[in-house]
């Protein structure tokens, strides 16, 4: 018997291709939430295939202890992909990730100062399950079991300068920040409110963390997020999902200043950045480079579908995010606009009560976007009208 942690739907997926899976009875249907936004590149992706394949016959693991191919050439294209970042520790998962970027802070703080381990995050922002990554998580349903947590954390509300002025202190050691939130239903910072993340870490000798485990590696049409607007770079970017294809395989990319306090064997993995995962992430950021077109003009596409959908139906108040990540606000639950899509063929999700999210694949056409929305549509006629 499993842990009784997650709620499905009567689908078990069988196998997929593209845009498409399908389950054990043949159905298909258009996959528009990608396994959480991991299978970017759609389903079955020729090139993946092959190099998996090419690699399972060569080595499938070394662990940290030697060298192998694909390590170094990797961090050296997160490290240019970023932007201005030189380091890089490759995890498992997002939670790892950020994992290693808090342990980078707390490192930094204890070697500049007594009492600068404080780190501040934002409200309706997620980071993932581990202990650390939930002590900067900032909805509380998801906290509120595990206490006590990793002290000395404290959220602002998204978006309020003047909150976040009044939290960064000279005892900050780290601001953490979702550049467009993914799990509180795709929800973006302004670049005002980045802007002044930046600036009050240099005032204050604080890092700023930026997470784009949903965001990054391309989902906006960008390559991170934060590289929407001009003069933007983070002292550590922390990615993950399509990173490898589904292979388990997450990094945080560093400057220099974050990684000097820590020293050898301060941090470490068995599994993190395996030749398969490496080598699978370096044909994964070829495609993703290749499709940046593509995903500006859909994903623009994209969200004009869902405005014309918001002006249709009342049940829609808002439409939010950029590229490959749209959210949409409901005035009604959204788990039964969820549930009647899955039974019209088509996969999406709610990240909370009245959120929907689309993370749709970045090979995504306009002509898919056409069949969620007349979808979509669909779902929404059936809908009782809500009290507006
Ligand atoms: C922004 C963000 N950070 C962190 C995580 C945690 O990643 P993982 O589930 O791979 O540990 C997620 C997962 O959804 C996420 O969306």
Redesign the pocket.
């Given at each position: 018997m499993l842990l009784p942690i997650y709620s499905r739907p009567a689908l078990t997926i069988d196998q997929g291709e593209g845009c498409y899976v399908w389950d054990t009875a043949g159905r298909r249907y258009l996959d528009f939430i990608t396994g959480?936004?991991v299978n970017a590149l759609g389903h079955c992706h020729p090139r993946i295939t092959r190099v998996i394949q090419e690699q399972a016959a060569r080595c499938l693991h070394t662990s940290n202890l030697y060298h192998h191919a694909y390590q170094a050439p990797l961090a050296e294209r997160l490290t240019t992909w970023s932007g201005g970042l030189s380091r890089v520790f490759f995890g498992n998962?997002?939670?790892?990730?950020?994992e290693a970027a808090l342990k980078a802070a707390k490192a930094y703080g204890t070697a500049h100062g007594s009492g600068k381990f404080q780190l501040v995050s934002i409200e309706g922002?997620?980071?993932?399950?581990?202990m650390g990554?939930l002590s900067v998580t900032g909805q509380q349903k998801y906290r509120q079991p595990f206490q006590p947590l990793v002290p000395g954390v404290t959220f602002v509300p998204a978006n309020r300068i003047d909150a976040l002025r009044a939290a960064v202190t000279d005892d900050t050691a780290a601001i953490v920040v979702?550049v467009i939130?993914?799990?509180n239903g795709i929800y973006p910072m302004s670049e005002e409110f980045l802007q002044e993340v930046r600036r009050l870490a240099d005032f204050h000798d604080a890092l700023w963390i930026a997470?784009?485990?949903?965001?990054g590696l391309g989902r906006t049409g960008w390559r991170f997020a934060y590289q929407q607007f001009s003069g933007l770079l983070p002292d550590i970017v922390?990615t993950?999902?399509p990173l490898a294809a589904g292979i388990p395989l997450?990094a945080a990319i560093l400057n220099e200043k974050a990684v000097a306090a820590i020293g050898k064997g301060q941090h470490g993995t068995t599994f993190g950045g395996g030749p398969l995962a490496c080598r699978v992430a370096l044909e994964v950021l070829d495609i993703i480079e290749e499709l940046l077109p593509n995903i500006r003009e859909t994903g623009a596409y994209l969200h004009e579908r869902l405005v014309q959908l918001q002006g249709k139906f009342p049940l829609i108040t808002e439409v939010r995010g950029i590229g490959m990540m749209a959210g949409i606000q409901l005035r009604a639950l959204a788990h039964g606009v969820v549930n009647s899509a899955m039974e019209q063929g088509l996969l999406i999700n709610c990240t909370h009560d009245t959120a929907i999210r689309l993370l749709p694949p970045f090979i995504a056409t306009k002509a898919d976007v056409d069949q969620a929305m007349e979808t979509l549509t669909a779902v929404c006629v059936e809908m009782p009208a809500p009290a507006v």
């Open positions: 959480i936004g998962s997002g939670g790892e990730a950020i922002s997620f980071h993932g399950r581990t990554a979702e939130q993914g799990e997470d784009e485990i949903q965001c922390v993950a999902k997450s």
